[in-house]
T-cell receptor
Framework: EADIYQTPRYLVIGTGKKITLECSQT?????MYWYQQDPGMELHLIHY???????EKGDLSSESTVSRIRTEHFPLTLESARPSHTSQYLC????????????FGPGTRLTVT | LAKTTQPISMDSYEGQEVNITCSHN???????ITWYQQFPSQGPRFIIQ???TKVTNEVASLFIPADRKSSTLSLPRVSLSDTAVYYC??????????FGSGTRLQVQP
């Protein structure tokens, strides 16, 4: 069982609010990722990090931002939530190397009203 | 990144063997082939990974021909709980993985 956690699991929030989705892992993994997935649709990579102080944008443009101040923590922030941000957000981590098995958290289902 | 192509959906019955083939014509020398499984409302879960020939674990087998331009995930004797989306990915592991549309496997009783 992977030790990667996401909070909250579910969030309903009004338009314009600032929100932070938390992701933590206790496996000491260097690489961490954020994916966005609508129900029944593909996962889209929105952010990733190779390690502390390293963040990169993914394949899907996102208005969210991330930070990586500690190895185990990779929060995602939306400064002003909009209905178009309604989706499931999945965090993952992996060891930095060629055999890149990713461990996923349970996800945060965000609804912006 | 190598692009993968796999069937959109497959149907099977309990107890049958299921083979899902993935094409990756532009696979690079350093790329590994990895398969993930995803249930509704959950994150994907690693199933198996290989570089060439055959890999087997307690869940599945992965067959990779010599040219590595395709791979086949084999699930022996599927059950209803194997109903899920299966993703084939190729990557060097030097950057984040790209998940495609996956194959929706529906197992019937």
């Amino acid at each position: 069982e992977a030790d990667i956690y996401q909070t909250p699991r579910y969030l309903v929030i009004g338009t314009g609010k600032k929100i932070t989705l938390e992701c933590s892992q206790t496996m000491g993994h260097d690489k961490m990722y954020w994916y966005q997935q609508d129900p029944g649709m593909e996962l889209h990579l929105i952010h990733y990090s190779y390690g502390v102080n390293s963040t990169e944008k993914g394949d899907l443009s996102s208005e969210s931002t991330v930070s990586r101040i500690r190895t185990e923590h990779f929060p995602l922030t939306l400064e002003s939530a909009r209905p178009s941000h309604t989706s499931q957000y999945l965090c993952a981590s992996s060891v930095f190397g060629g055999e890149d098995e990713q461990y996923f958290g349970p996800g945060t289902r965000l609804t912006v009203t | 990144l190598a692009k993968t192509t796999q069937p959109i959906s497959m149907d099977s019955y309990e107890g049958q063997e299921v083979n899902i083939t993935c094409s990756h014509n532009n696979i690079a020398t350093n790329d590994y082939i990895t398969w993930y499984q995803q249930f509704p409302s959950q994150g994907p879960r690693f199933i198996i990974q290989g570089y060439k020939t055959k890999v087997t674990n307690e869940v599945a087998s992965l067959f990779i021909p010599a040219d590595r331009k395709s791979s086949t995930l084999s699930l022996p004797r599927v059950s209803l709980s194997d109903t899920a989306v299966y993703y084939c990915l190729v990557d060097t592991g030097r950057r984040a993985l790209t998940f495609g549309s996956g194959t929706r496997l529906q197992v019937q009783p």
